[in-house]
């Protein structure tokens, strides 16, 4: 391994032992983590019960909404797990010390991926465990393809919790809500519960560059035909590279821009 | 620009839209020397030492750090050098100790615990170690920030009113500590600060920055000297209210 590489491991090592001592910290932030999933799963787990007695197509496939829920979940922690992380640094008015330091921006983005990953794994785990343990629902017999809806559903979630920072980076932090709402816009058009051809034709175009609606698509054609579509999941992929690249670019160039306008020593609270 | 100077400025100018904040700055620090920035609100103090470390991009001039082009080879230098400011803070929620073992990663600090444990006893911090950053007084908070700013024993250490909301004895303390450090290290140090006394017992030199310009450089004596006042302070008030020095 190059002194290059090693360097930057070791950064991004600095920062995720930052972002765990935050973790470790509050055991309120731990049991928030895991709060807002498991009530999700507690009431569309009850909905689901309900609607599988009156609905043929839930009939089927009994679980589907559970799973949905769970994989939506997935996207929206790993949005959170990067942008409000990300809002910690500026809320402590610690960007300045942090690039006054070797680190690179693209370290920090390392460094809040892992982070993410580990928040998601904490928040949407209980939850599964939750669903597994009331509603009889285990997630992880969907088997090795849930690896696949997971990482691509994360991914997604990091291109658009690097969109969040870099704008919260360009215009301070009166633009974190976007946090908050960035992912529920997309909601409507990812086809979480629903097939995305109940659409408007110009809503479907819209859904067809979403990798979520892909992975969605996958989680249904397994439930109720029980085969595991690839194309698709390659298909959200595809997309989740071009997103990721363009989530990186865009907050590298609010980074340079916030150098040249002072912003690194004056963003905060 | 050349590697016997710890900085070597040329040209430095930043503008924002029509704001000039710092315009054509040119100046050196020699290799174990401590320079003062002294100004008014506004002169360009910390607008020059956010752009010495590369937080700030200049519109114009060149910056060269320890031999090489901040500018080009910003991540060269930025292992070799540090800075501590009011302006910045550290995470609120981590203890001092959380806090210095992150930096000591971020800097690449061998043997990290026994630096910790030594800064820890330079600048009185024995007790205060494993306290969150956020639970610390205004003069505890500064003291950690300098632990934080010598963490990686910096051969360029940048300092933004580094006493700032220090009572007096701690203050005289933190300079001591400073000032050991500066001769053991022979690390250069650029210290902007308001507070003459401190300029006149640290710096071996003086620049004196006025509406984002040089207005003069000597040592504090020379400066006192040349402009027949008592003290820096006098110097520095008549620079300020714009009155006439000669």
Not at chain 1, 66 to 72: D, F, K, Q, S, T
Not at chain 2, 52 to 76: A, F, K, Q
Request: proline share 3%; charged share 15%.
């Amino acid at each position: 391994m190059s002194a290059h590489l090693l360097g930057s491991v070791r950064r991004m090592s600095a920062m995720i032992e930052r972002y765990v001592y935050l973790l470790k910290g509050s055991w309120p932030r731990v049991v928030e983590l895991a709060y807002w999933p498991t009530m999700q799963i507690v009431l569309w787990g009850f909905l689901s019960e309900y609607l599988v007695h009156h609905s043929t197509y839930l009939a089927q496939a009994s679980g589907v909404l559970l799973a949905a829920v769970l994989l939506w979940d997935v996207m929206f922690r790993g949005q959170l797990g990067v942008s409000v992380v990300f809002f910690e640094e500026l809320y402590s008015r610690n960007l300045g010390h942090l690039f006054a330091s070797p680190l690179r921006a693209y370290e920090l983005a390392g460094a809040l991926f892992a982070i993410s990953l580990l928040r998601t794994l904490i928040g949407s785990g209980m939850a599964a465990l939750f669903a597994f343990w009331f509603y009889h629902f285990p997630i992880w017999r969907m088997g090795f393809v849930l690896v696949a809806f997971f990482m691509n559903l994360l991914v997604m979630g990091w291109s658009i919790g690097l969109v969040v920072a870099g704008l919260v980076l360009r215009y301070g932090l009166g633009a974190e809500n976007l946090a908050w709402a960035a992912v529920f816009a997309i909601a409507p058009v990812s086809g979480i519960y629903y097939p995305i051809s109940v659409l408007p034709h110009w809503l479907q175009v819209v859904a067809q560059a979403l990798p979520a609606a892909y992975v969605f698509s996958a989680m249904r054609t397994l439930f109720f035909h029980h085969v595991i579509a690839l194309r698709p999941l390659w298909e959200a992929a595809m997309l989740n590279v071009v997103y990721l690249i363009l989530g990186l670019g865009l907050f590298l160039w609010t980074f340079h821009n916030a150098r040249m306008h002072g912003r690194l020593l004056n963003l905060g609270e | 620009m050349s590697g016997e100077w710890a900085i070597a400025v040329e040209g430095l100018t930043k503008r924002y839209g029509p704001v000039v904040a710092v315009e054509s700055l040119s100046f050196t620090v020699g290799c174990g020397q401590v320079l003062g920035l002294l100004g008014g609100n506004g002169a360009g103090k910390t607008t020059t030492l956010a752009m010495l470390m590369g937080l700030l991009l200049p519109s114009s001039g060149s910056i060269s750090v320890l031999g090489e082009d901040l500018l080009r080879h910003r991540y060269r230098v930025l292992e070799r050098i540090n800075f501590s400011s009011p302006y910045v803070d550290l995470p609120h929620r981590l203890t001092i100790y959380q806090n210095l073992r992150v930096y000591g990663g971020l800097y690449g600090v061998r043997g990290i615990k026994m630096r910790i444990q030594q800064l820890a006893r330079d600048l009185d911090l024995e007790g205060l170690l494993h306290r969150p950053y956020g639970r610390l007084s205004a003069g505890q908070r500064t003291r950690a920030s300098l632990a934080k700013a010598l963490i990686n024993s910096p051969q360029l250490l940048l300092l933004d009113e580094p006493t700032a909301s220090l009572d007096p004895d701690t203050a005289d303390r933190l300079r001591g500590t400073l000032r050991d450090y500066q001769k053991a290290s022979g690390a250069a140090v650029v210290l902007a600060s308001h507070n003459m006394l401190e300029v006149e017992r640290l710096c071996d030199d003086v620049i004196m920055l006025r509406q984002g310009t040089l207005f003069d450089r000597g040592s504090p004596a020379h400066l006192i000297a040349k402009y027949g006042r008592e003290t820096l302070e006098e110097v520095f008030l008549d620079m300020a209210r714009g009155r006439s020095l000669l």
